[in-house]
């Protein structure tokens, strides 16, 4: 099959199905690289059409997560998990404490965390079963506002690139998705004198987001086609594809999704029409920062996370630096930058 080929060329060093019926767990964890240290990921909860569908995105995650974590500089490797399930109605604590066990057979290659379809009490579950789970109550806990934060960090970098300065008052953003960290960054935007349109599956966020922050609503397919300074996905992934890319009336794409490009041709795609792509796995890694804190060895310190998250504009720069003098794409120049990190480590 094109996917289990697709495992061997992407590098990935080990990939676990696992299956506990009585728990009703049906799972997969990819580890793409120890190389830099033990695999950090989030374990994704979502209701797959399929185990290939599943299959194909715990690959995709895992690599973004190798890169990602090698961005932040956090000295970790790059895996992910995912649970095929409706995280609205199939959770349990069997589940999650069945899904620990599988982590702790792995014996500290990889570490879970909380991602899309799960959340703080859900990690706590895991760890009755296995200590190599972080973002747990009293530690780290929900990662979201810091993801946020970062994201929004990125996007005053992006809007400084391409604007001359990062001023927000009056830019006009299109934000697809409310989730927790779609909902803080349209807040922080909003805060910041940005005007929000937004979209969101969900209606009772859709309300929360028109009568609190005052964000303007359109429906989900729409977002694409407002005309905007920023466009910003914060939902799931390859939303820039074929059916999306000529719809966008934007000057920057900079978002808090993993896997925003369908694949890296819309990178290029992207840049030909004069949109500044901020690279997924770099303005988002505001939340493997939080979690990683963890592992510190010291007490968890959210001013010391704060602090960090200047690497992600920082970055940002080096990346669209990179971009420009090169004539190649953010995305390009992002994994350029990332993977001399490799370099060193090997020689």
């Known amino acids: 099959m094109e996917i289990f080929k697709e495992t061997f060329e992407k590098g990935h060093e080990q990939v676990v199905f696992c299956s506990d019926p009585a728990a009703g767990l049906k799972a997969i964890i990819a580890i793409h690289s120890t190389v830099l240290g033990p695999a950090l990921g989030g374990l994704r909860m979502w209701n797959y059409k399929s185990e290939e569908e599943a299959l194909t995105d715990v690959l ?12 932040m500089g956090l000295g970790l490797g790059g895996g992910k998990a995912v649970i095929i399930g409706d995280p609205h109605r199939d959770k349990t604590p069997e589940l999650f404490r069945a899904f620990g066990r599988f982590v702790e057979s792995l014996g500290g290659r990889y570490i879970t965390a909380e991602d899309v379809g799960t959340c703080e009490e859900d990690m706590n579950y895991i760890a009755q079963e296995t200590y190599h789970v972080v973002g747990l109550t009293g530690k780290s806990g929900n990662p979201s506002p810091v993801t946020a934060y970062g994201v929004f960090l990125g996007i005053k970098a992006a809007v400084e690139w391409v604007f001359g300065s990062d001023d927000l008052k009056g830019k006009k953003v299109a934000l697809q998705g409310l989730g927790h960290v779609g909902m803080e960054v349209a807040r922080l935007l909003t805060e910041s004198g940005a005007e929000v349109t937004a979209a ?3 209606p009772d966020r859709v309300k929360e987001a028109q009568e609190i922050l005052g964000a303007k609503i359109v429906e989900p397919e729409k977002i694409y086609e407002v005309p905007c300074d920023i466009f910003s996905p914060c939902a799931l992934g390859a939303i820039i594809n074929e059916n999306t890319i000529d719809r966008l009336a934007c000057k920057i794409v900079a978002g808090a999704a993993n896997n925003q490009l369908k694949d890296e041709n819309f990178a290029r795609r992207l840049m030909d029409r004069g949109i500044l792509y901020a690279p997924d796995y770099i303005i988002n890694g505001g939340g493997v920062i939080n979690v990683a804190e963890e592992l510190s060895g010291m007490p968890y310190s959210i001013e010391r996370v704060f602090r960090k ?6 970055r940002l720069k080096e990346v669209f630096a990179l971009s420009r003098s090169e004539g190649i794409t953010t995305a390009e120049a992002a994994d350029r930058v990332t993977e001399k990190r490799f370099e060193k480590v090997v020689a």
């Open 309 to 314: 998250l200047s690497v992600i504009p920082a």
């Open 200 to 202: 969101d599956i969900y």
């Open 60 to 71: 995709r995650l895992s690599r973004s997560m190798t890169y990602k974590n090698a961005a």
